[in-house]
């Protein structure tokens, strides 16, 4: 059985679903180069058609993510009222033009936009796949199957899925329980009453990106040191709270997007910014784990499984797994939109093995390495156009010599194997550093990233040294950077560049041999070299790029920032002018 799978909104995203495995996943943007690139993803799609050789009669369905056309496409469809209506909701106060009353025709109008099935066909036309073939699947219904199917652990049921985001198909989360196999959906939250918009509309308030900055917000939150984080937080929750049994959430004021920055203009106006975005995370900190405890004790189920933008969140992460309600939480890696691509195909899967009498038992999601990959070749010929201005020499162990470069404290972009889905670097597509010199973080960020200040940096961890460098008792799975733990003392000295300046809490991806045994040698080389089991560890890309795919991305990207060198499959590459000839790598 194979299914495509595809997200056209924010971050659009195509997978391959083939016989109970996502075998095959990327976003858009990584072959457009436009960060978050929203839309049909017509080069993702290309780029499985082009490696899987899909043909529409090797595809049992097309399963796409949301009943409503996304913002972007329904902007195109209906061109100039399109126009006309933001013109309006600038005009017309936002809080009427996002009253429950007009959510629902509002959303009705795009779903006839042009009807959403008729317009895929065409965006799928190009690859013979009818119409008849085309499944769509509502929002949070695709959050849920991803975080149920893809759980690491999901043998032990029954589990409470739980999803939260900014909004989709109208809703803002939801909150099923399943068991066999078998989806019992409890509860749905319609769009006002969003934790997610609330987070959104403090990221805007603060004059960064909306659904993009997040996790700034987050990382700033903990230098806030003052009463005023306290009244932000009492001034939020005056908004946006939970019931009195905790199983619903209340927009107690009906304000929602814009409106809602508007009247913090007012409500927040002399509190400083680090207090601002500590009220709002400790908002989402109070209500989200309080909604997951009454879901917990009403329904008896203490295996959890979360997705949706809102478990983005890794610091929220962290107080869940620490949750003594939960024997088990399952944190689904980049459960933004992007992960609906799965969603979509996993439920579409499902529903097709249930009408034919079968059980349905999909592998859990293993490494995130679904991505393209590239050949030696591919890298020579990558490498023709750079004659003259680049060296480079192919090693027989470039995981060897890429931990010698980093033990003599170079800064290397290291791209090897199938690239990474979603928002972190696992070590295919990254930019690594020795993490015990918080002089790195100030290299790194003048030489490529141009982070903002008080953003920390993540380290990957050897997986027989996590114990040393993370505090997890729980021995929580952390493979995918979106759980954060609090850290040792060794930590402090060894891995400070990789830590929360402030909190020194801990955002790691922890290596198993299995998972990825090329990166894994790497850190054991370092290891042997260094006595450090853990390297600083970002996504290679320049600020505000999407993180690169090809060997031209990975070199353009190297010329034009100051790292130290480049790896690339099994060549080690560097700019004379910047370094000589690493040692690693002159003849034996
Ligand atoms: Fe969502």
Not at 206 to 224: I, N, T
């Amino acid at each position: 059985m194979r299914i495509l799978g595809i997200h056209d909104g924010h971050n659009a995203t195509a997978c391959l679903y083939d016989s109970g495995r996502i075998v095959a996943m990327a976003s858009e943007e990584r072959f457009s180069r436009k960060k978050n690139q929203s839309g049909f993803p017509r080069l993702a799609v290309q780029w499985l058609v082009d490696t899987y050789g899909l043909a529409a009669d090797h595809l049992d369905l097309v399963a796409v993510a949301g009943l409503a056309t996304p913002m972007q496409e329904f902007g195109q469809q209906i061109g100039p009222w399109y126009r006309l209506a933001s013109t309006m909701s600038r005009i017309v106060p936002s809080k009427i033009t996002t009253s429950p009353a007009l959510v629902k025709p509002y959303l009705a109008l795009r779903r006839i936009g042009t009807p959403r099935v008729r317009q895929l066909a065409r965006q799928l036309a190009p690859y013979g796949v009818p119409e008849s073939k085309i499944r769509l699947v509502e929002h949070h219904t695709c959050h849920a199957h991803a975080s149920y199917w893809l759980d690491l652990r999901r043998r032990s049921d029954p589990t409470l899925v739980v999803t939260l985001d900014n909004t989709g198909d109208g809703s803002c989360g939801s909150v099923s329980v399943a068991k066999g196999g078998e989806f019992r959906r409890l509860k749905s939250y319609q769009s006002l009453q969003s934790i997610g918009m609330m987070y959104t509309a403090i990221t805007r308030y603060l004059g960064m990106k909306p659904v993009e900055d997040e996790y700034k917000v987050m990382g700033l939150a903990p230098y806030a040191r003052s009463a005023q984080a306290e009244t932000v937080y009492q001034i939020l929750r005056a908004h946006l709270d939970l019931s009195a049994d905790g199983l619903d959430i209340v927009n107690k004021t009906g304000l929602w997007e814009d409106a809602y920055v508007q009247r913090f203009q007012r409500e927040l106006a002399g509190f400083r910014f680090d207090n601002i975005a500590a009220g709002v995370q400790r908002l989402v900190e109070e209500l989200v784990p309080g909604l997951l405890r009454a879901w917990s004790r009403t329904t008896g189920v203490r295996k959890l499984a979360v997705g949706g933008g809102v478990f983005m969140n890794v610091k929220l992460n962290m107080l869940i797994n620490q949750m003594e309600d939960f024997d088990e939480v399952f944190f689904l890696p980049s459960c933004g939109d992007e992960s609906n691509a799965a969603g979509a195909a996993l439920k579409c899967a499902w529903d097709l093995h249930r009408s034919a009498g079968k059980a349905f038992d999909p592998e859990p999601l293993g490494a995130l390495y679904l991505g393209p990959a590239f050949t030696n070749l591919a890298v020579e010929a990558a490498l023709t156009r750079y004659a003259g201005q680049l060296q480079w020499r192919k090693c027989d162990d470039v995981e060897r010599e890429t931990a010698r470069l980093l033990a003599e404290n170079r800064v290397v972009g290291r791209m090897s194997g199938r690239m990474e889905f979603g928002a972190r670097a696992l070590g295919n597509r990254s930019i690594l550093a020795r993490a015990d010199s918080l002089n790195n973080v100030r290299k790194i960020n003048a030489a490529i990233k141009m982070r903002d200040f008080w953003m920390p940096f993540a380290p990957s961890l050897l997986a027989e040294r996590s114990a040393d460098y993370v505090i997890n008792p729980t021995k929580s799975p952390a493979p995918y950077m979106i759980l954060a733990f609090p850290s040792t003392a060794l930590a402090a000295t060894e891995l400070i560049a990789g830590l929360h300046p402030f909190d020194l809490s801990c955002r790691p991806q922890v290596v198993e041999r299995e998972w990825n045994p090329k990166f894994h040698h790497l850190l054991t080389c370092y290891e042997q070299l260094t006595g450090v089991g853990a390297v600083l560890n970002t996504s290679f890309n320049l600020h505000g790029d999407p993180v690169v795919c090809t060997p031209a991305n990975a070199l353009d990207t190297y010329l034009r920032s100051d790292l130290d060198a480049v790896t690339i499959e099994d060549y080690v590459i560097w700019d004379p002018d910047r370094l000589d000839m690493p040692t690693a790598c002159r003849p034996c």
